[in-house]
């Protein structure tokens, strides 16, 4: 029997493949196609326009951080915004917190949202949670009509391209800015700085989002499936720094069992590699590569 592999290019000159056993479902939504398949080595795999968004294996990696990071330093989230996160991951996170009162999820694509429901129901267990709304439309437009609304923002964004693209811009996060209230917290991924273009994003949304928030930080994850494996989020906010307002015991006393994330991980995340510190200051025209 021949083998199934898969295949993204993570650069010109870097390809990820891992074997699979089965197509389970391919499909051309109105936005992007939608691939789910069956892998040895990381279980489920969604896959966007070529490109792997959420691995059964991995996932736990990236929603934790995205999540637990903001509610570690926020002491009192009662409504939550949520920006794309179709696969269900994040809000299941979210969903742990009993006081959270509300959570409106906007996804641009209702497709992926029925496709995870249907091959992800682990990961897609949430949707259905009486706190959350969804709403199937365009996140940068959803925003733009928000004000004083949320204690919390996660974008939880495809890459900076296609259906994901104006999620990045300063006229997004200025609108997020004004859909907070005034000790809000915007989490968001933030891309790769490892390889050149991933990295150039990085920067392009750095300098997009500096001169808005009073305080911006970002943090790191080791994502496996991820480009290179090195990831970041950026943490903004009007009020709350990540390190100096978290307490940590106020996690522990919560109880919540993690796979990835604790209270040492959230300090040491903070601690970036001296080469992304050269990347956020380097002028955009920088073309240097790692």
């Known amino acids: 029997m021949k083998e199934l592999w898969f295949s993204e290019y993570h650069s010109p000159n870097v390809r990820f493949d891992f074997r699979i056993k089965r197509e389970l479902y391919s499909g051309e939504s109105e936005y992007q196609h939608i691939h789910i398949f069956d892998s040895y080595e990381f279980g489920r795999v969604l896959v966007l326009d070529g490109c792997v968004m959420v691995t059964e294996r991995d996932e736990f990696i990236y929603h934790e951080m995205l999540v637990h990071v903001p509610m570690s330093v926020h002491p009192d989230v009662k409504r939550v915004l949520v920006i794309g996160a179709g696969d269900g991951g994040t809000l299941k ?19 992926v949202i029925d496709v995870c ?35 919390l923002i996660l974008v939880d964004s495809t890459d900076p391209f296609g259906p994901g693209e104006g999620l990045f811009t300063r006229e997004f996060f200025g609108n997020c800015y004004h859909a907070l209230e005034a000790d809000g917290i915007l989490v968001n991924q933030h891309e790769s700085p490892y390889y050149r273009s991933d990295a150039r994003e990085v920067r392009k949304a750095h300098a997009n989002t500096r001169e808005i928030f009073e305080i911006q930080r970002l943090y790191q994850a080791h994502i496996p499936t991820y480009p290179s494996g090195h990831w970041l989020f950026g943490f903004m906010s009007k009020h709350y720094h990540p390190l100096d307002d978290f307490e940590a015991q106020r996690f522990l006393n919560r109880e919540l069992v993690c796979d990835y994330y604790n209270p040492e991980l959230h300090r040491g995340a903070f601690a970036l590699p001296s080469y992304v510190q050269r990347l956020l200051n380097e002028d955009d025209d920088d073309e240097s590569e790692v």
């Open 117 to 151: 429901r249907e091959f992800l129901p682990h990961l897609a267990s949430s949707f259905d949670d009486p706190r959350v709304a969804i709403h199937i439309t365009d996140g940068l437009r959803f925003v733009r009509h928000c004000q004083d609304a949320y204690d």
């Open 93 to 111: 996170q979210l969903c742990r917190y009993p006081d959270i009162e509300a959570i409106d999820l906007v996804e641009i694509d209702g497709d």
